[in-house]
């Protein structure tokens, strides 16, 4: 029964995106407070939502083996939830941190446009510090050895260099990043393939 409560179950908001993962127990907890509906494809490519009443009905008509059993009822472990109560996407900042900024630029010089492995990249303001640049994601990029000791403490402009891409603060989706790598349950596949969608994240100025 523990190992069941300790899985993993997707949290989608009320606009059905994919939010958060949160452990079975939670989820259970959510669905007896009210917080929370059950999700469960209907077979047809549809979906049906329960309360808890009507989820812990589904159970005992429907016995499955991720199940656990209490002193007056069995009741299935969900796999999606659907939260009832927010609507918004939660805000999430990306650091502004070096790791980032390669993440950001792929280990790519964006003079160049080679990639390179992290050791031999540098990050360099396009407007020089001493000329007013600031410190923020639209004014840092990567840049290889060769192409910032080209450029020098000059503009692009000046140092008749062209960027790749302007940059920009990144678009990233916070779900998919945090958990880069989670083996998930095929009923998420959905969800995760065609109810997500891109966030813009905002800077984390420090």
């Not at 007896?32 to 005992?60: C, I």
């Not at 805000?91 to 992290?118: L, S």
């Not at 920009?168 to 958990?179: A, D, G, L, S, T």
Request: aromatic residues 10%.
């Amino acid at each position: 029964m523990n190992s069941f409560l300790g899985q993993q179950v997707l949290v989608l908001n009320r606009l059905w995106q994919a939010v958060n993962v949160c452990t079975a127990r939670r989820a259970l907890t959510l669905l007896f407070e009210g917080h929370a509906q059950v999700v469960l494809g209907a077979g047809d490519g549809s979906f049906d939502t329960y309360d808890f009443s009507e989820w812990q009905d589904f159970s005992e008509q429907e016995p499955h083996p991720e199940s656990i059993c209490t002193v007056s009822f069995r009741i299935r472990i969900p796999r999606v939830i659907l939260l009832v109560v927010f609507d918004r996407l939660p805000k999430k900042d990306v650091k502004f941190t070096r790791h980032n900024i390669f993440e950001r630029d792929k280990n790519t010089c964006q003079y160049c446009g080679r990639a390179f492995d992290r050791k031999d990249l540098n990050l360099d303001h396009v407007i020089p510090r001493d000329r007013g640049g600031p410190t923020t994601w639209e004014n840092i990029v990567c840049s290889c050895i060769g192409c910032n000791t080209q450029k020098a403490n000059r503009t692009p402009q000046e140092a008749t260099m062209r960027l790749i891409r302007k940059p920009k603060r990144p678009k990233w989706r916070p779900f998919i990043q945090i958990n880069l790598g989670l083996q998930y349950h095929d009923s998420w596949k959905h969800f995760l393939d065609f109810a997500y969608r891109n966030v813009k994240l905002e800077e984390n100025r420090q």
